[in-house]
């Protein structure tokens, strides 16, 4: 490929991108609100919150920081979730200034129940898509991850 040939793909890369991951990730997140909301009566941010508790956020000032939100409103959603019995607050035994966060066994559970609904419906979506597809989505996929 000529650098011409190279700069026209990456415009259209671009526009392609552009006319697939937003409304993808507004399908998955309207269906994950859905999930969340309809069937396990949280938010869609108390989802992530939960999320990302799990993946090792252990304090509210480090949700704030990955969620790109201000620690009131980490707060206030990590004191719903404390209140629910979803999440548990401990002092740490080495900064007892920190507060760590960790998911109760039901937290666990509710995020594995919308983890397990959510699998299953975005299995579904990609059902159509034959072997060599998939192949080359998820080649692509991994390319993009390891560039972000």
């Known amino acids: 490929m000529t650098s011409s040939e190279i700069n026209s ?3 259209k890369l671009v526009d392609v991108f552009w006319e697939t991951v937003p409304p993808l ?3 998955v997140h309207a269906h994950l ?3 969340a909301s309809e069937e396990f009566d949280v938010t869609v941010e108390q989802f ?3 999320r990302h508790i799990r993946q090792g956020g252990t304090s509210v000032s480090e ?3 990955k969620k790109r ?3 009131p409103a980490v707060s206030q959603i990590v004191d719903t979730l404390v209140r629910r019995g979803l999440v548990q607050r401990t002092v740490n035994a080495h900064d007892r200034r920190q507060i760590l966060l960790e998911l109760t066994e039901a937290g666990n559970a509710l995020l594995d129940a919308i983890c397990l609904k959510t699998r299953g ?3 579904e979506l990609f059902a159509p898509l034959d072997s060599d597809e998939l192949e080359t989505i998820l ?6 991850k390891k560039l972000l």
């Not at 080649?139 to 993009?144: D, I, M, P």
Request: charged share 25%.
């Open 121 to 123: 419906w975005m299995l």
């Open 69 to 71: 939100i201000s620690r």
């Open 33 to 35: 609100h859905a999930i």
């Open 48 to 50: 992530h919150i939960l």
């Open 139 to 144: 080649q692509a996929f991994e390319r993009l």
């Open 25 to 27: 990730w507004r399908e």
């Open 9 to 11: 793909a990456r415009q």
């Open 63 to 65: 949700l704030a920081k």
